[in-house]
């Protein structure tokens, strides 16, 4: 009885930041991306950044059928927020963050709580990435990862701490050449696509950046289909995302996405499926705060 115990509750650490992390980001590294514009991927006329958007997600994981003995659960939320322009080295840029915060019976059965803050700066103009600032905090796991994107040389720096000791441990700190000229972050990207023009079967190849590995990936829109939300009945396009080097997750795994078939594109839903079951996030918040950071 005592070792199934100890069974279960080695899948509930591992499933937590697994599931949740690399899931919820939604977002967090996984999201469509556009390299560079170009004249067959169309932006919507008279398309804004939505500055102050605020997105809120609620996070369920549904277990694979192999851990029968688990229940849907919630597991977290999700936090999208688009706070407005700040100054980085002496140009603007695009503030986003990000924060994901663990909760619910997922919680509680892992003993592990999931308590993460991302800050992305980029380019208001081209959304390339200048600069990710992240704040980890998963059970004992805590870390501070920083990444600045040197355009000019195209190198990237990365530098990480692990902030679970005193005085902080330096774990890496190193420069990275012959980075693509524009790289974006996953919430870069994110609004990069809501400025594009969908049609069936819209598809493109892209860049996506996550601390110092840097990836193509490949995105189609499926198709046009109405989703029950806490706003009622939306038409929405369905949207599936792939790497075409290396799979998206650590153990391979899909990413979809149901942006609102209107001129904002809100993102409404998400869903991961990795080797340990699917994570599904859906819009129970949004709102535009009247002042942005």
């Known amino acids: 009885m005592t070792k199934n115990r100890t069974h279960r509750n080695s899948w509930n650490k591992s499933l937590l930041p697994a599931g949740i992390f690399f899931a919820a980001a939604l977002i967090a590294g996984l999201c469509p991306i556009q390299a560079q514009q170009s004249n067959t991927d169309p932006v919507t006329p008279g398309y804004a950044h939505p500055t102050g958007e ?14 029968f003995f688990f229940p849907n659960m919630h597991a977290g939320d999700a936090e999208v927020r688009l706070a407005g ?27 592990m709580e999931i308590e993460d803050e991302f800050v992305f700066l980029t380019d208001p103009e081209t959304l390339c990435t200048l600069n990710v600032s992240k704040k ?38 190193t420069v990275k050449d012959d980075i693509p000229p524009c790289v974006q972050d996953p919430l870069s990207a994110l609004y990069s696509l809501r400025k594009k023009t969908f049609h069936p079967d819209f598809e493109y190849t892209s860049v996506i950046g ?19 939300t806490t706003a009622g009945k939306i038409q929405a396009w369905r949207i599936r995302t792939a790497a075409l080097m290396g799979g998206l997750f650590k153990k391979g795994g899909q990413f979809k996405i149901w942006l609102s078939a209107d001129d904002r594109k809100v993102p409404l839903q998400f869903e991961v499926k990795v080797s340990l079951g699917r994570v599904l996030g859906k819009l129970k918040e949004s709102g535009i705060r009247e002042s942005a950071e």
Request: charged residues 40%.
């Open 136 to 173: 980890v905090r998963e059970g004992k796991r805590k870390r501070q990862i920083d990444v600045e994107y040197l355009q000019d040389t195209r190198q990237l720096h990365i530098r990480e701490l692990d902030e679970s000791v005193t005085p902080p441990v330096t774990i890496k700190d």
């Open 54 to 67: 605020k997105l809120v997600y609620r996070l369920d994981w549904d277990p694979p059928w192999y851990l």
């Open 85 to 111: 322009e700040t100054e980085f080295k002496g140009r603007k840029a695009l503030k986003i963050v990000f924060m994901v915060r663990s909760s619910g019976m997922l919680s509680r059965l892992s003993g």
């Open 210 to 228: 996550h601390d110092d590995v840097v990836k193509e990936v490949q995105s189609r829109v499926e198709k046009l289909e109405t989703l029950d």
